[in-house]
């Protein structure tokens, strides 16, 4: 695998065993699209950081040096995914935050076709048996407290399956593992509101944005599976693979994409 | 601070960039009170942890392994407290777990003095703001992913605050950032389920077991902060700091640690 890895801006770099990240879960990710040397909508996820630092009580680190650090990374790679780690960095045993911490920043390239509107047949997606537990403190935000995703993604070893559905505790249709989601209801463009669980995609924004441009008529709100059930198009979001049509949901429905995946799509490039 | 830190059985080991325990909290981890250079109730923790292996479908590392390190770590030290993380290891970007995954144990210890009948004042504890959200799947055990932990920690800044307690998103009184709870309603020892949140403590569960050597009645089940109202007494447990009183709920109560907490104490100290 082809790529460059950054720990505090060194190359190589490895992390102290007493990093709060890896004690507790205790900070927040980016996976970025970059295509021609470029982070794609990196004003975006680092709106989005800024907003889980604010959440978390955690500094936000300088936008420059991140955003120099993911320049170095990129040195001649043409298209990559690039993975930006922000954790409370190293301290003592508890839970309590220190005052002052001092943040350990991790930027990781993988160089990797992008694109937002790749032309791969339609997606295979599983309904996954693992819920997402609801606490609105935490919801939105991209932290590192992942283990309902990692238990969700084992439900998804074999080949075919693309991605997994996840529900909440309460039966809401919420995302999958590592993408949001949207229905098609006539015409109109659905969405779950990410109020107690999920996370607020860079591309579900992306794709929010695109609609209210193109003045589409748009809910978001909660859903279940009856709901999918009933959509005439289903697609799923995220930074880097952009806008991909589901193609069946194993046990529910299958799906043909149609014209509002068509036209999103076609919007989606010429921005 | 005095203590040593073995990775994977090196001194003075680091953590690769990409271990799963830092991307994720794809991990578990166990704190432990050591005594004249041996580890309390290792049977227990490690029982703790088969089980979240298991519930993480990951493999249990090997029992040997880990008290070959808490042996060397505990060189010289009389009283220390010793800290085991075990993540799933490093992994490509992926929540998918890797079918063979090479676990990374971490094993850390720090003198200090441990009792499990310290005889300090009675604790004063706050009643946090930060709710914990209930995912079945992931109670019980000592996962890494403890954000919610963090966030309530961070509100417990003042130093007259010991502890702080935590309810559950549908306002049940589950247990404190780190420890257990018990009251005591007329004779009766109560502590709250651990079903959908919190973790279940070894020290939580010798309680239990002497409770029940000494044929006292017990109730485990759903409480809240109004229970706590009309308890006698009221104390906490943790494997480190065993059993401690808690003599004032800011805003709530005032306990004076009465006949259960002694005899509790006193049955603890001669086992």
Redesign the interface.
Known sequence: ?IGR?L?NGVEG???????????????L?E?MAALNGKVRRLDMHLARLAEGCHR??MPMPSSDQIESDCARVLEGLGSA?V?L?V??GPG??????P?QPTLTR?V?S?AQQVSEVESGRPLNVRICE??????P??AGIK????????????E??EPLVDEGLMRS?DDRLVCA??ANLFMVHAGRLLTPQISD?GVSGVMRESVLRLAAQLGLEVEIGDFTLADLERADEFFLTNAVRGIRPVGHVEGLKTFVPGPMIARLREALETR
Chains 1, 2 share one sequence.
């Open positions: 695998m890895r720990v770099g490895t992390i102290s065993a007493d990093d709060r990240g890896l004690q507790y879960g205790d900070g990710f996976t978390l009580r995914v993975k780690v954790t409370r003592p045993r508890s839970y309590m935050p005052a991790i990781v993988t693992t819920r997402l537990g609801r606490n403190r935490l932290h590192i407290n992942r283990l309902e995703q990692v238990l969700a993604g084992a998804l070893r505790t593992t590592a669980c």
